[in-house]
């Protein structure tokens, strides 16, 4: 399995709800990441999980909870969000090493939030 | 920290003619530079990337060009396609981390027919 997969593809949500996105890969990889990508912009780091442990956090608010259950799954847990929140989420995952193996960040195809 | 600058924002070419899309990053300790391809409302999609200590790659009818003294990469793409029609981001992992990708704001590709 080469890919990434994300659920939901969309997701509308309202500012009190609570929400979760999902992310899989069978690659073998153990780092993991979440971005965030508005409209006509680059992808923008959010958390990256090494061996299942948080790595980096691009000083993203609480109201994004990512948690990682095992080396194939990454969630990104969704509380109190602003409708400046609506965007593509993207997963993406790599080898840890860097090098001919470690560098490469594969992508999902994204979940397309909307803050109501 | 590493910032990369992308030009241009927007190019527009006739089908099978080349297209040339410059970046340059600021930390000399970048060591691996790749490009995707994003169509719209699709992933973005590795389409070929280089390492520090090589000066140019070539796959088909994409190639990077690395300069290390200068600090800027280009990616050329030659008899271009309308499916080749999509944003292109450069980005830059600086050899301090292991992780974290810095990107360009990115290029509109447009290939008329």
């Known amino acids: 399995d080469t890919e990434v997969t994300q659920t939901p593809k969309h997701l509308v949500m309202g500012m009190t709800n609570k929400k979760s996105l999902k992310c899989e890969q069978h690659m073998g990889h153990r780092a993991m990441y979440w971005y965030k990508q508005k409209a006509k912009k680059p992808p923008e780091l959010m958390f990256v999980?090494?061996?299942?442990?948080?790595?980096i956090n691009e000083s993203v608010p609480s109201r994004f909870s990512p948690e990682c259950p095992n080396s194939s799954l990454l969630n990104l847990h969704l509380h109190a969000l602003q409708p400046e929140d609506s965007a593509l989420y993207l997963c993406?995952?790599?080898?840890?090493?860097?090098?001919?193996?470690?560098?490469?960040?594969?992508f999902g195809p994204g979940t397309r939030l909307t803050v109501l | 920290g590493e910032n990369v600058e992308q030009h241009p924002s927007t190019l527009s070419v006739q089908e099978g003619d080349s297209a040339v899309i410059k970046c340059t990053y600021s930390d000399s300790a970048s060591n691996y530079f790749p490009w995707y391809k994003q169509e719209l409302g699709k992933r973005p999609q590795l389409i070929i990337d280089i390492r520090s200590n090589v000066g140019e790659k070539k796959d088909q009818r994409i190639a990077v060009t690395l300069n290390k003294t200068a600090k800027h990469f280009s990616l050329h793409i030659t008899e271009t396609q309308p499916e080749d029609s999509a944003v292109y981001f450069c980005a830059a992992k600086s050899g301090g981390s292991n992780y974290k990708l810095t990107f360009g704001k990115g290029t509109l590709l447009t290939v008329n027919p």
């Open positions: 999980y090494s061996y299942e442990k948080l790595s």
């Open positions: 993406a995952s790599s080898h840890i090493t860097s090098g001919p193996r470690g560098d490469t960040q594969y």
